[in-house]
């Protein structure tokens, strides 16, 4: 038989694992949730999209904000070489339409007079400085990319492309179109149409570059986790 030492031995064995597990970490008391992607606010949506503000009460009763981040990550699937390559690519290739642009709306033909002619010349010029602006942020931000950090660097590429190849087509339209109805030169009105198309092409090849660049979604490990 055994004796009782024995089973004092025994059942403090037993005890003993449990008595050595780690404490879990307490729960959050949220209270209440600022803001998040579901928000219907369009300042909030746009400038907070994927971040969730919440508010947690603290056994003291003291309130305290919190700040995280429960959107998508975007990550190109690119090396540090090609991000380099695209983004000297793009730098190019927007300088090079911008200085055609400039060529061609600075010429002092009739089309360049009027502000049909002036505002989409504007406009191009105006998205191939986006383009810029999307190349600088692209390489500000991190790899591993927020929303608001795809907006500001790749989007801005595609938009601002975009915007350029739509405004230097139609200023190519309204120069031709001057040089139709028999405008004093023009010769140099149709070259001029040239040259806002080759800018307006190419500020297309920027755009259309950059939606081949593939990217992977990943989901915050906060995702879900704050909602009211």
Known sequence: MESEQDKRNETSQSQAPEAQSPETEPEENVVSVWYGSGNTKWFRRRHFEGYTQYETLEPNGKRVMHHVYTGYYYTQELDQKGRWQHRIVYAFLALVSAALLLLASTRTI?????????????AGLFGLAWVLYGVVNDIIVPQKRTIGDYRASSLSVIRGGLVAAIAAA????VTIVYAIIGSPKTGLHLLCAALELIAGGIAFLIRF???????????????????M
Do not use: D
């Open 110 to 122: 009739a089309a360049n007079i009027h502000w049909y002619g002036g505002v989409p010349a504007f």
């Open 170 to 173: 139609v200023l190519a339209v």
């Open 209 to 227: 570059l950059e939606t081949k660049v593939k990217y992977t979604q990943s989901r915050s490990e906060l995702a879900g986790k704050y909602t």
